[in-house]
């Protein structure tokens, strides 16, 4: 059983940077075949992805809007994925989770919300004018 837990959610200036990490704590998986995504969701609003990342790393897609802010980035080795989020707007907050899905060639990324089986609880961000 996948289980994700992400952190690094805070109250943060519009402008700034933050960086959120979703570790996977799981015996017997192989991380490196989990493709992982990034969704979040504001008050009052439907939850959307904000972008994903293949299991080997080597693909990412980003919604149009973030693509210039936002990086996701994964270490295998400690079986966690990052979201390093630049240039903060107050519109940026929300809460941030994580998902995973398991992909057996490593090199497919999914968008779509019902692909994933697996979701963390999710971390706050508050960006403050």
């Known amino acids: 059983q996948v289980q994700l837990v992400e952190s690094g959610g805070s109250l943060v200036q519009a402008g700034g940077s933050l960086t959120l990490s979703c570790s996977c704590a799981a015996s017997g998986i192989t991380f490196s075949l989990y493709a992982m995504g990034w969704f979040r969701q504001a008050p009052g609003e439907d939850r959307l992805i904000v972008g994903a990342i293949s299991g080997s790393g080597n693909n990412t897609y980003y919604s149009d809007s973030l693509t210039d802010r936002f990086i996701i980035s994964r270490d295998n080795a400690k079986s966690t994925v990052y979201l390093q989020m630049n240039s903060l707007k107050t519109e940026d907050t929300a809460v941030y989770y994580c998902?995973?899905?398991?992909?057996?060639?490593?090199?497919?990324?999914?968008?779509?919300?019902?692909?994933?089986?697996?979701w963390g609880r999710g971390t706050q961000v508050t960006v403050s004018s």
């Open positions: 998902a995973a899905k398991y992909s057996d060639n490593g090199q497919n990324i999914y968008i779509m919300q019902s692909s994933y089986t697996q």
